[in-house]
């Protein structure tokens, strides 16, 4: 798990270590249709802009087009929700905990709205390394799931949250048991990459995770993100061939998403093939996409670009990238060893 994509991060995971390579992503796209769709209709066209400007990856222009609306009705949920959303991106914890705690105010009884606040303070947790800010997480992801029992996404948070968290804030094996049962009766293909999760990090047998990303694939999904799941997996575990193979699937289902070849980069770079290519593919994705926490983040392309740099001999090109890297995600301690390895030797 990485702070900053797969499962979007819930924050405590700094408080107990960080995996690299920052490869998982996920979000809860269909949910936020929804909820704009329950807007005020009064609003509704300024909430609408709102959206694409956050879905361009514009938060400030997103800020101010939600700040207008506040500023006239202080009692939309929806726009407080999506002012939560835009400084949760720009990792501003303290406004998106504010506005996402007066969504929730507003409408309490929001499933998401609840989820989206447990992830504000997961964010907030992380950045204050705070035990007394992780113990909200937990409450709000069990909130969350007790006001939509469907909600799958806010179980799979809560089932990471039992997994990473220390015991003091909450964290529990056996809990984190039960989101998977509850969410394998919901999906069966998500069932099998929250086992796969549940396998990987609180059992610790990478065995038995591969073999449920072996039936998440085996059950074609139709959504792109458990193949981005099972790749992500495959890559951790040096499977290079295992790895493209989840790619080729996702590309099947859908072959002009900008994150297949960010994917292929990734395998091409872990596998040192066709570095060109990979290198053609990374510069595209950090052209061609917003910087946001539910897909491979910016710092994550410009650290593989570093590693591509490496591997050809190009050092000053690679530290460059790791610097870039850095300058958007500061608290990626992998890439700043990366780098101080890298300063080391060309003294």
């Not at 501003?92 to 009884?109: F, G, I, N, T, W």
């Not at 806010?154 to 984190?176: H, K, M, T, W, Y």
Request: aromatic share 10%; with cysteine; charged share 25%.
């Amino acid at each position: 798990m990485k702070p900053n994509s797969w499962r979007i991060a819930i924050g405590v995971a700094a408080l107990i270590g960080f995996v690299g390579g920052d490869l998982e992503s996920r979000g809860t796209g269909a949910a936020e249709v929804a909820i704009l769709g329950e807007a005020d209709p009064d609003f509704a066209v300024l909430l609408q802009s709102a959206q694409r400007q956050f879905g361009s990856g514009n938060y400030a222009a997103a800020i101010a087009t939600l700040q207008s609306i506040v500023s006239q009705n202080s009692m939309n949920a929806a726009a407080f929700y999506w002012l939560g959303r835009c400084y949760y991106e720009i990792r501003d914890y303290d406004h998106a905990v504010m506005h996402a705690e007066k969504a929730v105010s507003l409408e309490p009884q929001n499933s998401i709205y609840v989820q989206w606040l447990g992830r504000a303070y997961g964010g907030k947790a992380d950045r204050d390394r705070s035990f007394f800010v992780a113990r909200k997480v937990k409450k709000q992801f069990e909130r969350a799931v007790e006001l939509d029992p469907s909600n799958i996404e806010a179980r799979i948070d809560l089932e990471q949250f039992c997994i990473e968290a220390p015991g003091i804030v909450g964290g529990n094996s056996s809990e984190a048991r039960a989101q998977v049962d509850a969410i394998a009766k919901l999906d069966p293909a998500e069932g099998h990459i929250a086992m796969a999760m549940f396998d990987l990090e609180s059992l610790k047998k990478p065995d038995l995770a591969e073999n449920e990303y072996r039936e998440v694939l085996a059950a074609k999904p139709a959504n792109l993100e458990p193949y981005f799941e099972a790749a992500s997996f495959f890559r951790n575990q040096n499977k290079i061939a295992d790895m493209n193979g989840a790619i080729d699937a996702a590309a099947q289902v859908k072959s002009n998403d900008p994150r297949i070849e960010y994917y292929r980069a990734v395998a091409m770079v872990s596998g040192g093939a066709d570095l060109p290519r990979a290198e053609q593919y990374l510069k595209s994705y950090l052209a061609s996409t917003p910087d946001r926490s539910d897909w491979p983040s910016h710092a994550g392309a410009r650290e593989w670009l570093g590693r591509l740099y490496e591997a050809q001999g190009k050092m000053g090109e690679a530290a460059e990238q790791y610097r870039a890297a850095l300058q958007l995600d500061p608290g990626r301690k992998d890439i700043r060893e990366r780098l101080a390895k890298l300063e080391k030797g060309s003294r």
